[in-house]
C-alpha cells in the first residue's frame, strides 16, 4: 500500500541558542591584525566566534571551549598561536595500523590548515603558525572546521578502531522519556523512507530522489541529537545520495542501502549515539530574511514546486515543500518566532494527505516569506545557498 | 583505416616518440608545438599569449625554456626559440595543393595534458572560411592541449596546424592551412628584431608597442590589443609569491608552470605540484613513495609525527604525499614572505630528501611520478 502521508514530529534535539553574528567585531580583528595588534586581533576573533566567553590572556592560561565532544584549546606559546584538540589515543587492542592509516587518508589533507599530529600514542588535530600570520579570516577557518572534523570523528574511531577517547566532553545523554520518543521517531522515519523510496522507484523521477535524499538525512538531524558513529554513517552516504552531480541510479542504490543500515540500528546503539551536545561555536549558519525570500518566495525550488502543484503531482510537490522547510531548520538558526513559525510550517503538513500537504505549505511559505523575509531583490548569496542545497 | 595504412606502409607512424612534437606549458594553460627546425618550435599565439617565456616539455618530462620569438594573433600562430637544440623529428610541410575532402587527417599533440598522443579522422572541408578567414576543417578528435600541433597527411606532412573546435557541435575542429604556416616561417627567417607581432590587418612586422600599425595605419588596439603583446602582466599576487619562492628555491618559475595557479616540477626525484584551490589555500604537494606491505605501523607513525609540523604527509590510495598547505591571507604580508618563501624551500628541500628516505628505511617504492628511475640513468634536471 502506498505512503499517503508523513510524520513530522516536534524536534527533541535541543534549539541552538540564536545569536547572529557580530560581524563589525570581525571587521575590528582584522583592523587590529592589519595595524600590527596581533593579540588582541586574536582575542576580538575569538570575540566574534564565541560571544559572551570571557577570553583569557592565551599566554598563561589558555582558553578551552567546548564544541559537541571536542575540547578546544587556544593558547599563545612564544610568538605562535596554536590551536588543538585531542582526537584520540592508540590502546592495547587497538587496530592501530588501520587507524593510523584512516588518519593518514581521511583527515590530514591539503586544502585545510589543521592537521592530524601524533605525539606518542595520542593523536590530536592541530594547528600552529605565527601570531604575524595569524590573519582573522584564517583563524576563524580553523576554529570553526577543527572541532568539527573531531567531533563527528571521534565516537566512530573509537567504534571502529578500538581507540581510547581521553580527552572528550562528556556528552548528556537523553533521559528515558526523551529516548522512547527519539527511538519511535527514528524506526518511523526509516520506514517513511523505506516506503518513498518505493514511490521514487515506481515513478523513476529524480525530482523525488532529490527531495527524498534530502529529507531522509535533514529530518534526522533536524529532529534528533544524532552524533558517533550512527551519524557519521549517515552522513557518508548522504554525501552521496544528495549529490545531484552523482548517477542518479548509484545515489538510489546509496540510499536504499543506507535505509537497510539504519533500520537496524538497534536500541543500545542508538541510545549511544543519542545526546545534547553543546556547542560554543553556533554550527549553524545564520537564517536571514533574504534567504527565506529566497527559499520560500520566488526562488527557482519553488517556481518548480509550483509547477509540479500546477500539474497535479502531488507527492512530488509536497516532499519538495517538506524538504525545503526541513533544510532551513536543519542548517540555519532563526530568530525564535521565525523557527517557531517553519515549525508550524511541519505541524500543518503532519500526518496530512499529500495534496493538502502541498495546498497548506504552499500558502503557509508564502505567508512566512511576507512576514520575515526581506521585500527587495534577494541577494546573490542566497542564490548561492539555493543553488547548493543539495540536502 | 590504420590496417590500411599498415600493410601499404604509407603511413609509418610507429613510433611518434621520435616526432619533434613537445608540450608547451605557460602560467595560462598547456598546448602542443612542433619543430621547424632543431631551435624553433612552431606552435599557436593562443598557446603562448601573454607570455613571452615559455617551458617546453620533452619525452623524459624534462623542461627546457622557451622564448616566444613571433607572434601573428589574427592568424594565431607563434614561433618560440628554444634553449637548446632538440633531436626530435622535424616534420615537411606539404605543399597544401592536393588537398581533398575525406582525406585523411592524422592530429597530433598532447589532449588534455596526456602525454604526446595521436587521433585520427578525415578532412571535412579543406578550405572552409570563418570569420573571414580559411581553415582546414576536420573530424578528428581535438581537445584543450592540442592547440598548436600539426595536422599530419598520410605521408606524415603538415597539412595544417591544430587551432580550435566548435564547443556546440561535435567532431568540428580546425586547422590553420599550411600555405599560411609556410608564410609565416618564411617571413620569420628573415625576421632580425628578438621579437615581433604581426600586423592583423597587412601582416607587418611590428617590433615596438604601438597604436596604429606603422604600414597600413590600422587602429591596434581596436583588434587584438597588440600593444598588450609587448608588456609584461603584473602577475597576480598568488602567483608572484610563488614564483618568488620558487626562485628563492633554485626552481626556474617559467619551467615550473603548468597553466592557471598551477605549477609543477621536479626537485630530484620528487616530482612537486602546487595548486590554489578555493581562493582561500595554497597547496604544496609531493607524491613520494607507495607503501609496502611490511613495517606498516612504524611507517605510519613516522608520517603522522608531529616534528614534520608546518609539514604533513597524507595518503592517496597507497601514495604517500608531503604537503604544505598556506593560507591566502598569508600572501597578502608581504612583510612575512621571506619567512614563507623558506618554508617553501625547506619544503622543497624536504620533498628531495624524503622519498629516499622512505624507501631506504620504511621499504616503500617509488611512487609512479617520481623519477629515481630517471636520475639512476644519469638524467639531470635544469634548475
Same mark, same amino acid.
Given at each position: ?49 564565541? $560571544? ?113 577517547? $581521553? ?225 | 583505416?590504420?590496417?590500411?595504412h599498415d600493410e601499404a606502409g604509407a603511413f609509418p607512424m ?8 613537445? !608540450? ?166 628573415? !625576421? ?13 612586422l611590428i617590433d615596438s608597442a604601438t597604436r596604429y600599425c ?170
Amino acid at each position: 500500500m502506498s505512503i499517503t502521508s508523513l510524520h513530522l514530529p516536534a524536534p527533541i534535539r535541543r534549539r541552538q541558542h540564536h545569536a547572529p553574528s557580530d560581524h563589525a567585531r570581525r571587521d575590528r580583528a582584522v583592523e587590529l591584525f592589519e595595524s600590527g595588534s596581533l593579540r588582541e586581533s586574536v582575542c576580538e576573533t575569538l570575540a566574534y566566534l564565541l $560571544p559572551g566567553t570571557a577570553v583569557p590572556d592565551l599566554v598563561g592560561e589558555p582558553l578551552c571551549f567546548v564544541q559537541g565532544s571536542a575540547r578546544v584549546r587556544v593558547g599563545i606559546e612564544r610568538d605562535e598561536l596554536a590551536v588543538g584538540t585531542v582526537l584520540a589515543a592508540l590502546q592495547d587492542g587497538s587496530q592501530a595500523t588501520a587507524a593510523l592509516r584512516y588518519f593518514l587518508t581521511r583527515m590530514s589533507s591539503t586544502g585545510q590548515l589543521f592537521q592530524p599530529r601524533l605525539r606518542g600514542d595520542s593523536i590530536a588535530l592541530e594547528f600552529r603558525d605565527r601570531l604575524a600570520l595569524m590573519h582573522p579570516l584564517k583563524l576563524i577557518e580553523v576554529l570553526q572546521r577543527l572541532p568539527v572534523e573531531a567531533y563527528r570523528n571521534d565516537a566512530w574511531l573509537a567504534q571502529q578502531f578500538s581507540v581510547a577517547l $581521553p580527552d572528550r566532553e562528556p556528552v548528556p545523554p537523553l533521559d528515558d522519556d526523551e529516548f522512547a520518543r527519539a527511538h519511535l521517531v527514528w524506526q518511523r522515519h526509516w520506514d517513511q523512507v523505506d516506503a518513498l523510496m518505493t514511490e521514487s522507484r515506481r515513478r523513476r523521477s529524480l525530482r523525488v530522489l532529490d527531495a527524498l535524499g534530502s529529507l531522509a538525512v535533514n529530518h534526522v538531524n533536524y529532529a534528533l541529537p544524532l552524533f558517533g558513529a550512527v551519524r557519521a554513517r549517515l552522513n557518508e552516504s548522504a554525501d552521496d545520495f544528495t549529490d545531484r552531480d552523482e548517477n542518479p541510479n548509484r545515489r538510489d542504490s546509496v540510499l536504499a542501502k543506507c535505509v537497510k543500515d539504519m533500520q537496524q540500528v538497534g536500541a543500545d546503539e542508538l541510545r549511544a549515539c543519542l545526546g545534547h551536545l553543546q556547542y560554543a561555536i553556533n554550527p549553524q549558519l545564520d537564517g536571514t530574511p533574504s534567504l527565506l525570500t529566497s527559499m520560500l518566495g520566488g526562488g527557482q525550488r519553488m517556481q518548480a514546486t509550483g509547477e509540479l502543484r500546477a500539474a497535479g503531482r502531488a507527492l512530488e510537490a509536497a516532499l519538495e515543500l517538506v524538504s525545503i522547510y526541513l533544510y532551513l531548520l536543519t542548517h540555519y538558526s532563526w530568530p525564535e518566532e521565525v523557527e517557531a513559525a517553519l515549525r508550524a510550517g511541519l505541524d500543518l503538513a503532519s500526518d496530512q494527505p499529500w495534496r493538502e500537504v502541498t495546498d497548506l505549505l504552499w500558502e503557509h511559505a508564502n505567508s512566512t516569506a511576507q512576514t520575515y523575509g526581506s521585500h527587495g531583490a534577494h541577494d546573490r548569496d542566497d542564490d548561492e545557498a539555493e543553488a547548493a542545497d543539495g540536502r | 583505416m590504420g590496417a590500411d595504412h599498415d600493410e601499404a606502409g604509407a603511413f609509418p607512424m610507429d613510433d611518434i616518440q621520435q616526432l619533434g612534437v613537445y !608540450q608547451v606549458y605557460t602560467g595560462s594553460g598547456t598546448g602542443s608545438g612542433f619543430l621547424i627546425d632543431a631551435t624553433h618550435l612552431l606552435t599557436n599565439c593562443h598557446v603562448v599569449s601573454p607570455f613571452r617565456q615559455v617551458a617546453v616539455e620533452l619525452r623524459d618530462r624534462t623542461r627546457i625554456l622557451g622564448t616566444v620569438r613571433r607572434l601573428h594573433p589574427q592568424r594565431d600562430l607563434a614561433i618560440v626559440e628554444l634553449a637548446h637544440p632538440l633531436s626530435g623529428e622535424v616534420l615537411a610541410l606539404s605543399d597544401g595543393v592536393q588537398l581533398k575532402p575525406k582525406q585523411a587527417v592524422h592530429i597530433l599533440g598532447f589532449p588534455v595534458g596526456l602525454p604526446l598522443s595521436l587521433t585520427e579522422g578525415v578532412i571535412s572541408h579543406p578550405r572552409q572560411l570563418l570569420d573571414e578567414q580559411y581553415f582546414l576543417q576536420t573530424d578528428a578528435a581535438i581537445n584543450p592541449g592540442n592547440s598548436g600541433g600539426p595536422m599530419l597527411d598520410d605521408g606524415r606532412r603538415i597539412i595544417a596546424v591544430t587551432t580550435c573546435k566548435l564547443d556546440a557541435a561535435d567532431s568540428v575542429g580546425f586547422g590553420i592551412p599550411v600555405t599560411d604556416v609556410r608564410r609565416f616561417v618564411e617571413e620569420f627567417r628573415g !625576421q632580425q628584431s628578438a621579437f615581433g607581432v604581426q600586423c592583423p590587418a597587412c601582416d607587418h612586422l611590428i617590433d615596438s608597442a604601438t597604436r596604429y600599425c606603422p604600414s597600413c595605419g590600422t587602429d591596434l588596439d581596436a583588434q587584438h590589443d597588440i600593444r598588450d603583446y609587448f608588456d609584461t602582466p603584473d602577475p597576480h599576487p598568488l602567483v608572484g609569491f610563488v614564483e618568488g619562492a620558487l626562485a628563492g628555491a633554485g626552481i626556474d618559475p617559467v619551467l615550473a608552470r603548468h597553466g592557471d595557479h598551477n605549477w609543477s616540477f621536479h626537485v630530484g626525484s620528487a616530482p612537486v605540484k602546487i595548486w590554489c584551490c578555493c581562493s582561500e589555500h595554497l597547496n604544496f604537494s609531493s607524491p613520494l613513495a607507495q607503501t609496502g606491505n611490511r613495517n606498516l605501523d612504524a611507517l605510519f607513525r613516522h608520517l603522522l609525527a608531529a616534528e614534520h609540523a608546518p609539514y604533513f604527509y597524507d595518503l592517496n590510495g597507497n601514495t604517500i604525499r608531503l604537503n604544505l598547505v598556506v593560507h591566502v591571507s598569508d600572501v597578502f604580508l608581504p612583510h612575512e614572505h621571506a619567512d614563507l618563501a623558506e618554508r617553501v624551500r625547506q619544503f622543497v628541500l624536504k620533498a628531495d630528501a624524503s622519498d629516499d628516505q622512505l624507501i631506504r628505511d620504511y621499504g616503500c617504492m617509488p611512487a609512479p611520478e617520481t623519477q629515481i628511475d630517471f636520475l639512476a640513468g644519469g638524467g639531470q634536471h635544469p634548475r
